[in-house]
């Protein structure tokens, strides 16, 4: 019997360093070359991406330009070019809808297939991937490591094992042979100050953290727990979601005492704000029409709404127009609720085609800098001081 029987197959698609390898495709004199998208080596601007040349020197994503330039003044630096990078990420995303229309696009470089509907059309998932893999090429010109698994977890973690242009397949019946020896910060939601606690457990690898009971990891991670004993045994139910549309994303908390003080009201809006611009930089999208909403102690509830000249994904401008909409309310009562909600929303590419003020441009590249920061240390490695 086919091991894959009653199994999903699903391949993580992800694109070797997609904006320098578009850029060196477009130039064929820049192959083999150092190659830094993001700027101008004397722009206040942060890597974008790099050249796997480029990355012999140590530049990687979200460096400061002016730090990629120490390291390698050879390197040739370009601005982002969103509207090519855009357009042939649709080229890349027709072609996986040749094959299925179970896609979800992580981003303009990667993305998730669910082809388990289509081998009875298109052959195994295996073939289909190696077809996906060499069409893009064929077509593109550009390479992509593929990892094909039963779940989205494992796939994603199969793509990333042989890059650039890897194909890595883990089977239904070898998932623990293959989780087993990585080390334990490869899970999702293991970062930096996690991971110490791990290691403080004698916990290093999967297969450590796979021994211990989900009890054991519940008292020491809380709610996390759970989803590090999932993982670790190679479990993901996530579907592959097509086609989703995002309308607005928004955060709101509900208290344990009624409040109507108005520092500790901003001082929760920070929090949200926070919360709501790390969504929308993840989904790469932005809102012009900033919402709040308010419950009072009696249940009646009152949203207010601003929408700015232009879109955003910047904590501080979402905090500040939030702070603004509680100002104009009166606070007759206390508070039981508050939140906040960014809709009319925007491809973030697109809006990155305006022309910002260098201040502006400054602020979101710091901002892409602390995501990737909190991301890969967690994220308690970087608080406010208001939130403290």
Not at 164 to 179: S, T
């Given at each position: 019997m086919?091991?894959?029987?009653?199994?999903?197959?699903?391949?993580?698609?992800?694109?070797?360093?997609?904006?320098?390898?578009?850029?060196?495709?477009?130039?064929?004199?820049?192959?083999?070359?150092?190659?830094?998208?993001?700027?101008?080596?004397?722009?206040?601007?942060?890597?974008?991406?790099?050249?796997?040349?480029?990355?012999?020197?140590?530049?990687?994503?979200?460096?400061?330009?002016?730090?990629?330039?120490r390291r390698c003044p050879s390197a040739v630096f370009l601005p982002v070019n969103g509207r090519k990078y855009r357009e042939v990420s649709s080229q890349i995303r027709q072609i996986f809808l040749t094959y299925t229309p179970m896609v979800e696009p992580i981003s303009l470089d990667e993305a998730f297939l669910d082809v388990t509907g289509s081998t009875s059309l298109f052959g195994p998932g295996d073939k289909i991937a190696l077809t996906i893999k060499e069409r893009i090429q064929q077509e593109l010109n550009l390479t992509a490591s593929v990892g094909m698994a039963c779940n989205k977890f494992l796939a994603k973690l199969a793509s990333?094992?042989?890059?650039?242009?890897?194909?890595?397949?883990?089977?239904?019946?070898?998932?623990?042979?293959?989780?087993?020896?990585?080390?334990?910060?490869?899970?999702?939601?293991?970062?930096?100050?996690?991971?110490?606690?791990?290691?403080?457990?004698?916990?290093?690898?999967?297969?450590?953290?796979?021994?211990?009971?989900?009890?054991?990891?519940?008292?020491?991670?809380?709610?996390?727990?759970?989803?590090?004993?999932?993982?670790?045994?190679?479990?993901?139910?996530?579907?592959?979601?097509?086609?989703?549309?995002?309308?607005?994303?928004?955060?709101?908390?509900?208290?344990?005492?009624?409040?109507?003080?108005?520092?500790?009201?901003?001082?929760?809006?920070?929090?949200?704000?926070?919360?709501?611009?790390?969504?929308?930089?993840?989904?790469?999208?932005?809102g012009k029409t900033v919402t709040l909403k308010v419950r009072y102690a009696d249940f009646q509830t009152l949203t207010r709404s601003r929408t700015l000249p232009l879109a955003t994904d910047l904590d501080d401008v979402i905090y500040q127009e939030a702070c603004s909409l509680l100002r104009e309310l009166s606070l007759k009562q206390p508070l039981r609720l508050i939140g906040i909600t960014l809709s009319n929303l925007t491809d973030q590419v697109q809006n990155q085609l305006s022309l910002f003020e260098e201040p502006q441009l400054e602020r979101e590249n710091l901002t892409k800098v602390l995501d990737l920061v909190k991301e890969k240390y967690g994220e308690q490695s970087i608080t406010r001081a208001r939130l403290l």
């Open positions: 086919d091991v894959w029987t009653n199994h999903r197959k699903i391949l993580h698609v992800d694109m070797d360093a997609f904006y320098a390898s578009v850029e060196q495709r477009d130039y064929p004199t820049l192959m083999g070359k150092p190659v830094v998208v993001g700027g101008r080596p004397n722009s206040r601007g942060v890597v974008s991406a790099a050249s796997y040349e480029a990355r012999n020197y140590g530049i990687r994503s979200a460096m400061p330009i002016a730090e990629a330039a990333d094992l042989k890059k650039p242009n890897g194909f890595v397949i883990v089977q239904p019946n070898e998932i623990q042979e293959f989780l087993d020896p990585l080390p334990v910060e490869r899970i999702w939601g293991v970062g930096a100050k996690t991971a110490e606690k791990l290691h403080i457990h004698k916990i290093k690898t999967v297969r450590d953290l796979r021994r211990l009971e989900l009890i054991s990891l519940t008292k020491l991670f809380g709610s996390l727990g759970s989803q590090l004993y999932q993982l670790a045994q190679g479990i993901d139910d996530r579907p592959v979601e097509s086609d989703r549309v995002i309308k607005s994303v928004g955060r709101e908390t509900t208290f344990e005492v009624d409040i109507g003080d108005y520092d500790l009201l901003e001082t929760t809006l920070l929090k949200l704000a926070v919360d709501v611009g790390r969504s929308l930089r993840k989904e790469s999208l932005k």
